[in-house]
T-cell receptor, first 114, second 113 residues
């Protein structure tokens, strides 16, 4: 079955540590997105990419980095510069010419600082 | 002004009643609008999309769009306890050659028996 796979489901980060969240899709979608969700809040856009080797900063990119070396993969690194990383992270994708149909979301990664 | 605004709720309705969820947006050129349902701890699930002024019905759900007023709403008829969730309004925005979906903060709906 086609879909988006995010891993791990739960992740614990120590202070000052970089961690990488995985997002893989087998839907042949061009565009991929990373969102962050804090309790009781909506989704805020971190980074997005419409083609391989190209990505754009969203509204809250500081303290995060991404890469898009393959169409299927869009990993997100939460760096030590992100001072409040505890949140629910969601990856989404869409075929670029089908944005009107809405995004498909992965199941999310819950990151906690310990 | 936030790009997409929703009343955070909670909106409490009795089982069988109509739940009405509202959303306003700031970008006048936006053409595509979505409603997602999100259960606690889960990822959002697309339930409705609407692109033209007027109503769009799908089962117990009706989306309404008024582009002149920059307003989109979701009606849930015959509300069930299983409808209890957070409902996210999202607007597709196009800028600099890129599409991006902007979300409201969500409205929490509680349907009580």
């Amino acid at each position: 079955d086609g879909g988006i796979t995010q891993s791990p489901k739960y992740l614990f980060r120590k202070e000052g540590q970089n961690v990488t969240l995985s997002c893989e899709q087998n839907l042949n979608h061009d565009a991929m997105y990373w969102y962050r969700q804090d309790p009781g809040q909506g989704l805020r856009l971190i980074y997005y990419s419409q083609i391989v080797n190209d990505f754009q900063k969203g509204d809250i990119a500081e303290g995060y980095s991404v890469s898009r070396e393959k169409k299927e993969s869009f990993p997100l690194t939460v760096t030590s510069a992100q001072k409040n990383p505890t949140a629910f992270y969601l990856c989404a994708s869409i075929a670029r010419d089908r944005a009107n149909y809405g995004y498909t979301f992965g199941s999310g990664t819950r990151l906690t600082v310990v | 002004q936030k790009e997409v605004e929703q009343n955070s709720g909670p909106l409490s309705v009795p089982e069988g009643a109509i739940a009405s969820l509202n959303c306003t947006y700031s970008d006048r050129v936006s053409q595509s609008f979505f409603w997602y349902r999100q259960y606690s701890g889960k990822s959002p699930e697309l339930i409705m999309s609407i692109y033209s002024n007027g109503d769009k019905e799908d089962g117990r759900f009706t989306a309404q769009l008024n582009k002149a007023s920059q307003y989109v709403s979701l009606l849930i008829r015959d509300s069930q306890p299983s409808d209890s969730a957070t409902y996210l309004c999202a607007v597709l925005m196009f800028s600099g050659g890129y599409n991006k979906l902007i979300f409201g903060a969500g409205t929490r709906l509680a349907v009580h028996p």
